[in-house]
């Protein structure tokens, strides 16, 4: 049985930092891509960083420079560390393991989804 568990939301002020989690089961997680994408309300669910088995990594335009992705293949984990933060960061996170192995930014390419933990920055 896949489960997917993320961790670490919270209220922050802006300017702060934030560390997400998602911890894993069930997967192959070795040898899979994984994501973050993130969606605040009235919006659509947008990518924010993915990493590949390899730990190549990609950053939506919006959180580059100031968000590392990182994955832990012993502990099954993914890692979203969110420094700078702005209001505009403000949306429920989620993580996601992807159907390939390749590093990959669509939505369409993710199999297994968490239930999202709610990052809120205050201005």
């Known amino acids: 049985q896949v489960q997917l568990v993320e961790s670490g939301g919270g209220l922050v002020q802006a300017g702060g930092s934030l560390r997400l989690s998602c911890a894993t089961s069930g997967l192959t997680f070795s040898t899979l891509a994984m994501g973050w994408f993130r969606q605040a309300p009235g919006s659509e669910r947008e990518f924010v960083a993915a990493i590949s088995r390899a730990s190549t990594t990609n950053y939506a335009d919006s959180v580059k420079g100031r968000f590392t992705i990182s994955r832990d293949n012993a502990k099954n984990t993914v890692y979203l560390l969110m420094n700078s933060l702005k209001a505009e960061d403000t949306a429920v996170y989620y993580c996601?393991?992807?159907?390939?192995?390749?590093?990959?930014?669509?939505?369409?390419?993710?199999?297994?989804w968490g239930q999202g933990t709610q990052v809120t920055v205050s201005s």
């Open positions: 996601a393991a992807a159907s390939t192995v390749f590093l990959t930014s669509r939505i369409g390419a993710y199999d297994n």
